[in-house]
Every structure is written in structure tokens, then in C-alpha cells.
């Protein structure tokens, strides 16, 4: 029975191209038409798009990961995507599409400088290249599992790279956002199944508990300690207001309106996978105690009925293609928009924006591919320590939005210099660290918000020269 997964990964596959392949039309022009879909989505497309970039790698494979060795307290990390998502649709999501951009170092250049413009799209880059190479090592989790004998791990994330450049390359923003409302159902239907069936597995919830290895949290929520969990809301509610890929989406929308309810939509789907996927992770540390925490998803999965197990892998392995697609598509946009075209190729016309875009993602993949082959942390760890980058990012936004009186010329150059070095003192100087622990702050996010708040407070003291006030 070992060929029926197989053949639902294949098909699935299949399903994916087939889909992408019937929506390229959509993003036939230039650079608005293919990374932006023509800014013409609908809520219903903007919610599953937003929902599929939450939903992938770091979702399901990391947080199941955490919960292998942390218990349920692991799905805050969704609880905490699905918070940013809805403040975002609650306050900027219809000013952002109001706004007529493409990009947030777009914005800082508007209000601000050209040097805001540069450093923001260095550091957009730095961390959706971190995020992006997560996918690659979720999937080849994922594939490595599922066809042992096929793939190892470092040849799982080979070909889920492949995908990931074969979907972004063929249908642009519009194939990422109609893909994902299939992978969306597939994901849920799956995990769905795999929780429950895998605690049968044990002999139920009351099984399960007496199962624990001695010492387990369980379903103890507080068991990351509740400075860190509320450290995660920070850092991804943050990060929703500030992170290209997560923005351009709302950037993207059809209107303001739909900007809106998409984005309070897709957080309302997001909130309970966290919580599904962190089950299967509990259920792995009863039936494969001792195997590497990235593979309790997918070998718990895996060792369910073939058809679940080949549903489930199929739908964690496309989600994480379709997260994996957005943010290449994001990141190109940054590259096209911020780069090529305001500093060296203004006039490409339709047709060189088209190809221009399509040679930045197939450049941005092999940079992360590189990365994604080097990380030596977990993945949750991994991605929310990139994400502490965006407290600038946000604050410079927000501030520019709502309170534009208070900003100041200089303001988002220093800003995001200095967040910038404070994450970088954080994973340099062990001291630092061990310090904010000690004050039961043990998360880098504390310490880039300090930085960041204070440098803000310097510079609008010692600045005296106003931004150009923003359109409502």
C-alpha cells in the first residue's frame, strides 16, 4: 500500500501546475499584472493567499517540532500569526491599499529619504531570504519522510526548491493566491485527520497522557514560560504590519474593502492549525520517542493509513510550496521595484518587467537554497529570531500612518540601523542575551523594541526636519 501516498503527492503536484498553468493569463504585463496580480484580488482570494503564507513550513512541520519536546504550548506560534493578521485587517489594511504602493521601502522613500528606501530593502531581503530558506528545510522534512528511499533530506529540499521557482515562475501572485484556496482545504482535511487518528493510534487523549515521557508539558499551554509566548505575539504582530510579503498582499487587493475582510478572514483560519499540528507533535513523543523533532509530523503521519498519510504529506508539502512562492514572489518585488527599476532600469517596459521579475526569483532561490542548506536551528527558533528585524520596520510604518507630526526626515534610516545592530549584538554577545533572561526577557524582540523606541525618541529630539505628510 506504500505507492498510494506516492501517488497522492504526484497528483497533487500535477493538480498544482495544472492550476498555475490556467492562471497565467492573469499575470500576462508587467511587473503590477505579474507581482501584484494586477491588484485584483478578491477577499475570498486574499484570505486563503494570506492563510497559505501562515500556514507552511513553520506552521505545521516547526511547530509540531516544538511540540515534541515542549507539548501543546507550541501552537501559540499560529495563535499569534492569526492576532497579527486580524490587527492588521482591524487598522492598515485598508490604508496600505489605499496607499498605492508596491513596497514598504517604497513608502519610506515617499515620507522619507532615498537612504530609508536602501537600508529597507536590505533588510526586507535579509529576512524574507531567512524565512524562505525554512521552506526548503520543512519540505525536505517533509519528502524525506514520505519517500525515504527516494529522497534524503538534502535532496527533499532540492526538489521542493524546484516547485517552489517551476508555480512562482509560471503564474506570478494570482497562481500563489488560487493555489493556495485548494491547499488551504487539503491542509485542514489533513491535519485534521492525521491529530485525530494519530491519538487513536495511542488509544486516545487519556492514553496519551499516561504515555508521556516523565517530565513531558503536555497540555500544559504554559509550559514555553509565558515571557516567551508573549514574545511570540510581539514578534509576529509585528511582523504582519511590516513584512513584505505578508503587506503586499493587502497591496495586492481588489479594494480597500477587501483588503480588509481578507485579512481578518485568513487570521480566523489560521488560529487553530498551530494547535492541530502541535497535537500530532504530542502524539509523535509516544510512538517515535528518540527520532529528530523536525520529523514528527511527517513520520507520525506516515505511519497512519496510507490514503490520511498521503493526504496529509501532500498538503503540508504544497502549503509549504505555495508560503515558499509568496515570499519569492514578495522578495522579487523588492528586487524589481525598490532596485532595478528606481536606481538602474527605469523605463523596462511590460514585457523586460515581466522577464526582469522572473530572473530576481530564479536568483533569490539559488541565495536561499545556499541558506537553507547551512541552518543549524530549529525552525520556529530560526524564524522568529529573523522576524525581530521587522520592530523598525513596523514602528517606522505606523508612526508614518498615524502619526506623521512626530516623524522626522532621518527616522528611518537610524531606526532600521539600529535595530539592525541590536539583533546582531543579541546573536553576537552572549552577554547581552543572558542578560534580558535573567529579567525574564528571553527573546531578542524585547531587546529591538527598546532599541528601536529609543532611537526613534533621539532622533524626532534632535531632527528638526518634518516627513512629507502621508495620504489618508
Known sequence: MNWIPHFIVIFYIFLLFLITWSTRRLSRGGMISYLLAGRGLPYWVVAPLLTGLAIGGA???GVAERAYNAGLAAGWYNAAWAAGAIMVGLIVARRYRRMEVTTIPELFERHYNTAGRVI??????????????????AGGAILSSLLPDVFSFQTGMFVTAIVFVGITLIGGFWAAGLTNIINVIFIY?????????????VGGLKELVLKFPVDYPGFDLGS???SLVLAWFFVMCTMTFSVQSVVQISFAAKDASSARKGFILGGLVILPVGFISALIGMAATVLHPGI??????????????????????????????????ALLVGSATLVVGDLIKRFWIPDLGEKGERNVSRIAILILSVFTYILAVSVQRGILETLLIGLTLTTAYTLITLATLFWPKICRRSH????LLMAMMALAVWLAIPDVSAFFTRLN?????YFCWIVSLVTFILVAVFDKRRINTPLA
Open 59 to 61: 506552521s505545521t512541520i
Open 120 to 137: 529597507g530593502v536590505i533588510g526586507q531581503l535579509l529576512l524574507q531570504i531567512v524565512i524562505i530558506s525554512l521552506q526548503y528545510v
Open 189 to 201: 482535511t489533513g491535519v485534521l485527520l492525521g491529530a485525530v487518528l494519530a491519538i487513536g493510534k
Open 224 to 226: 514555553l514560560g509565558w
Open 292 to 325: 529528530i523533532p523536525t520529523e514528527a509530523l511527517p513520520r507520525t503521519v506516515l505511519s497512519l493509513s496510507p490514503i490520511v498519510a498521503g493526504v496529509v504529506l501532500a498538503g503540508l508539502w504544497a502549503a509549504d510550496v505555495s508560503t515558499a512562492s
Open 412 to 415: 528611518a534610516v537610524w531606526t
Open 441 to 445: 526577557l528571553p527573546h531578542p524582540i
